[in-house]
């Protein structure tokens, strides 16, 4: 590969911009020159066409935008007469292992994949991608900035940016701790700068999530997500996520729609916005003890589970707002409202049902409980503007 690069250079016709190459190549190519005119990308008429293979073994390949070197241990591209493809052998890319095929019709101008790979982690992405060894990460020179302050200029392989490939991915793993995403399956479609996801599904911490995903990567690279998470065990998220430090368990599903915008995490997460709908079944509230906002006395009302979680919420300005909540327990129903930050702190009203309290005598009717503090460390009082008339009616 370095002799046929240097060759190249040598006879003015650089194959490589900004990137190196090390290992084996065979080539077996012949020119097949016909009397009728074909028809080659972008509709240019061409009437040679280069039919045989090449084999990489040991391909080692460094390009300039991205941190760590793409391994090869075997490719083999095929020309025929009517296209191109690729047979990839456990390609090493991004932390990860790749295998499948990638071909394109001449008279095509978009390439079609079938890829699986073993696993992708954010974590990796990040060495790969990241701006830890140029002025500017991956991500930014896809969308033509040089850095934070410079203005927009060209991607050095401008070609990437003209891809337009569509296909099958499957991912063993999908890895953005601590939410995991496991026998990844979906359809993928590259045009540009746009990225689209549809159809995928895969197993969520023992349930399953289904939806549709689309990145546009512009300067201000922006995300859109539409999905449902069905029968997810509560208990196997509450042991990844360590402030819930196992706090919840049962079962639940959900629909979100989530949007957000910008680059890293703080530029996500502050521009988040999305809503969706909760359904849960026999969830438990460790550590949460609203004995207190059931009529009467129930002790053991703090370690029930509630055999019903039903509400709306709204994530916005860095929070989660949670609207029309109602769980129903043994000993009844509770509605809440009200908003946990992305900082952990909470600010939530419960109150015992409408429904329910219309039942109770006047005089026991049960009053509404703030549920404050943190994640970490709840604390249900009663609200002063609540205490005022129950010390009203004391002594007669």
Do not use: C
Not at 74 to 91: D, M, N, T, W, Y
Not at 106 to 128: C, G, K, P
Not at 380 to 392: C, G, I, M
């Amino acid at each position: 590969m370095q002799d046929w690069l240097a060759l190249s250079g040598s006879l003015a016709q650089p194959v490589n911009s900004g990137w190196t190459a090390e290992g084996g190549i065979a080539i077996k190519m012949r020119a097949d020159h016909r009397a009728e005119s074909l028809s080659g990308p972008g509709n240019v008429p061409v009437n040679v066409s280069w039919l045989g293979t090449i084999d990489f073994i040991g391909l080692t390949v460094s390009p300039s935008y991205i941190n760590q070197p793409l391994v090869f241990p075997k490719a083999h591209i095929e020309f025929a007469p009517l296209g191109r493809s690729v047979a990839l052998s456990s390609a090493e890319a991004f932390g990860a292992v790749w295998r499948g095929s990638i071909s394109r019709k001449y008279s095509d101008m978009q390439w079609n994949f079938d890829l699986s790979v073993d696993q992708l982690d954010a974590a990796e992405l990040d060495r790969w991608l990241g701006p830890r060894a140029r002025p500017a990460g991956f991500l930014a020179r896809f969308a033509g900035l040089n850095s934070a302050a410079a203005p927009a200029t060209p991607f050095p392989d401008a070609v990437v940016t003209r891809l337009e490939a569509r296909g099958r991915l499957r991912a063993g793993l999908i890895a953005i701790p601590p939410m995991r995403i496991e026998r990844f399956d979906g359809e993928a479609e590259l045009a540009g700068r746009t990225i689209r996801i549809r159809k995928a599904q895969g197993d969520f911490f023992g349930g399953k999530v289904s939806g549709s995903l689309d990145a546009l990567l512009l300067p201000d690279p922006t995300y859109d997500f539409q999905g449902r998470f069905d029968r997810v065990d509560l208990s196997e998220i509450g042991d990844a996520v360590a402030f819930l430090n196992a706090r919840i368990g049962g079962n639940a599903s959900a629909t979100l729609h989530l949007s957000a915008h910008g680059v890293g995490r703080q530029d996500l997460i502050g521009s988040m916005q999305g809503q969706g709908i909760l359904n849960g079944r026999n969830v438990e509230l460790r550590g949460f003890d609203l004995s207190a906002a059931f009529p009467g006395n129930h002790p053991d009302s703090a370690s029930d589970p509630f055999a019903s979680v039903q509400g709306t919420y709204r994530i916005q300005k860095r929070g989660i707002d949670l609207a029309n909540f109602v769980m129903e327990s043994s000993k009844g129903k509770l509605e809440a409202e009200g908003r946990i930050e992305f900082s952990h702190a909470l600010e939530i009203r419960v109150h015992t049902s409408i429904f329910q309290a219309a039942a109770a005598h006047a005089s026991a009717s049960p009053p509404s409980f703030l549920l404050g503090g943190t994640i970490e460390l709840p604390k249900l009082v009663l609200p002063q503007a609540a205490s005022k008339p129950a010390a009203r009616q004391g002594p007669r």
